[in-house]
């Protein structure tokens, strides 16, 4: 079985410019998270989708940050513009159920951007 | 709003030993409680999963437990190798609201041969 494919893996730009990534989950996992892993830190989620819906997108910065998830199969995260504290890892999962509480996460080798 | 603490932040063992990390949650109100494995450039790996009802779970060399009143989990690695060395996170996810995972900075470990 093929795991959560991310690209790109790396990505370096200057801040103020834009930047987009993109996740292909597990085939038939509903659900779909794409998390902020600042050096040192835990993953944070910024947004999870089921299906095609938004679930949670309550620590997304909206004002910087979109995403989407088309047809209910791949991702899209998009930061525009890019500040230095966007530096971090993003790293997409997903899992085969609608519950959380029920489901294992399976992750993506994630991409890291470097704001300069 | 649910923390997640992991302690020690950062342990070095010779290859053999048995060793415990150490995560606790300020929430007890939980659904479940996940180990994860996480490589230099990779991803994340789920180790255990540990439902509220349950007070541990056991794979390979590998045992978690659960004590959910007094918000504390324990990973119990026996038998260490070189091959264990990564940084292994705790996440719950906590009832009420969305069901999203809560993580804990993680702890790195290196198993020295």
């Known amino acids: 079985e093929a795991g959560v494919a991310q690209s790109p893996r790396y990505k370096i730009i200057e801040k103020r410019q834009s930047v987009a990534f993109w996740c292909n989950p597990i085939?038939?996992?509903?659900?779909l998270y794409w998390y902020q892993q600042i050096l040192g830190q835990g993953p944070k989620l910024l947004i999870q989708?089921?299906?095609?819906?938004?679930?949670?997108d309550s620590q997304l910065p909206k004002d910087r940050f979109s995403a989407e998830r088309l047809k209910g199969v791949d991702s899209t995260l998009k930061i525009q513009p890019a500040k230095l504290e966007d530096s971090a890892v993003y790293l997409c999962?997903?899992?085969?159920?609608?519950?959380?509480?029920?489901?294992?996460?399976?992750f993506g080798p994630g991409t890291r951007l470097t704001v300069l | 709003k649910q923390e997640v603490t992991q302690i020690p932040a950062a342990l070095s063992v010779p290859e053999g030993e048995n060793l415990v990390l150490n995560c606790s949650f300020t929430d007890s109100a939980i659904y479940n409680l996940q180990w994860f494995r996480q490589d230099p450039g990779k991803g994340l790996t789920s180790l255990l999963l540990?439902?509220?009802?349950?007070r541990e779970q056991t794979s390979g060399r590998l045992n978690a437990s659960l004590d959910k009143s007094s918000g504390r989990s324990t990973l119990y690695i026996a038998a260490s190798q070189p091959g264990d060395s990564a940084t292994y996170l705790c996440?719950?996810?906590?009832?009420?609201?969305?069901?999203?995972?809560?993580f804990g900075k993680g702890t790195k470990l290196t198993v020295n041969p």
């Open positions: 989708f089921q299906n095609n819906g938004v679930v949670d």
């Open positions: 540990i439902q509220s009802s349950q």
């Open positions: 999962a997903s899992s085969l159920g609608l519950m959380a509480r029920a489901d294992t996460q399976y």
């Open positions: 996440a719950v996810v906590t009832q009420g609201g969305s069901e999203k995972l809560v």
């Open positions: 085939s038939g996992h509903a659900t």
